[in-house]
């Protein structure tokens, strides 16, 4: 008779994957923290700290560290990927031959697939089957603020009733409220968006354009990230909590952004290649604003702010030029009739 598994895996060991088994193991739980490196990981064996991205904050007996992906995907019946969106298909093309017929997935990670412009439900139903349950986390939340036990709140979002309440247990404490959904279109479009936007608030801090700039830029990308939202098939009042306007208002104002510490980067004058060096961590705005902009234009909507985004980055226009352009649109009314 097999044996049936009920524990969690978290694939991916970065700062956020770190700090998301910091927090399952806070909560009782034993879970697996997986990474690809066999030298980090074990360091992080002998350290009991994840040097590299969480340095200070130690690593408790009961999270068990796994540098082998068969033995990770073995011990658990929940698997949750932290990797950025340009590795995820790989990861999951690497652990569905291990998979049980009871496995189930969720993920942290923020974005659209590079290249496909697919939301990362849709890349994990068609490398994994579309009758496995699925579910994404996102929300304001940065890593080192929930290593701390800071309070946050996130929303965990699945069509699977069942996995989404069990999984939403998982996470769920006094300083980590977890709200459930079953909008797992909004919550992606709202965790990938504001990724873009945080990039442009940080070049218009970086520029010096003060508390005013960056209201206006926060509030008008809120209107791009619903109106993207809107046509993929997300619901605005999913875009107007934690994984939509909430995460857009912490990534754009706080300086642990690393999309918004790119921003104030390339302000500075530095080329994409230098700021993503600078800031020494994977930025999925830089990467997710092609499919931003892809998606929009096949469907005919208007996203100027994801678009100058874009130009900056392919170094076609200046920071400063970019602004300018955005204040010499036309006026219009700001609620379309």
Not at 96 to 112: C, E, H, V
Not at 206 to 230: H, K, M, P, Q, S
Not at 251 to 263: A, I, V
């Amino acid at each position: 008779m097999a044996q049936t598994r009920t524990g969690i895996a978290v694939l991916g060991a970065g700062s956020w994957g770190t700090a998301l088994a910091i927090l399952l193991a806070r909560n009782g739980e034993c879970p697996v923290l997986w990474g690809r490196g066999a030298a980090s990981m074990a360091a992080m064996v002998t350290k009991r700290c994840n040097e590299v991205f969480l340095p200070d904050y130690p690593l408790s007996p009961e999270i068990n560290l796994e540098s082998d992906l068969e033995t990770a995907v073995s011990t658990a019946r929940d698997l949750l990927l932290v990797v950025p969106s340009h590795a995820f298909r790989r990861l999951l093309q690497d652990i569905t031959p291990l998979l049980a017929a009871d496995s189930r997935i969720a993920w942290a990670t923020k974005g659209f697939e590079p290249g496909s412009g697919k939301l990362l439900h849709q890349v994990a139903a068609e490398v994994t089957g579309k009758e496995r349950p699925l579910a994404v986390l996102s929300g304001p939340s940065f890593a080192a603020e929930v290593a701390a036990d800071l309070p946050a709140a996130v929303t965990i979002a699945s069509n699977d009733e069942c996995f989404r309440e069990q999984f939403a247990a998982r996470f769920h404490s006094p300083r980590f409220r977890v709200y459930s959904s079953d909008d797992v279109v909004g919550v992606q479009v709202g965790g990938a968006v504001k990724n873009v936007l945080a990039i442009a608030a940080g070049i218009a801090d970086g520029l010096g354009y003060g508390a005013n700039a960056r209201a206006a830029l926060i509030t008008r990308g809120l209107a791009e990230l619903v109106r993207l939202g809107d046509a993929l098939g997300g619901r605005r009042e999913t875009l107007m909590g934690l994984s939509g306007l909430g995460d857009l208002v912490l990534t754009c104002t706080d300086d642990q952004s690393r999309n918004r510490q790119l921003g104030l980067a390339l302000a500075r004058g530095m080329n994409l290649e230098d700021a993503r060096e600078h800031v020494g961590r994977a930025t999925e705005g830089a990467d997710t604003v092609y499919e931003v902009v892809r998606r929009a234009e096949a469907l005919d909507l208007e996203v100027p702010i994801s678009k100058q985004v874009a130009r900056v980055l392919d170094g076609d226009l200046s920071p400063e030029c970019a602004v300018d352009n955005l204040l010499s649109r036309d006026s219009r009314p700001e609620i379309a009739s």
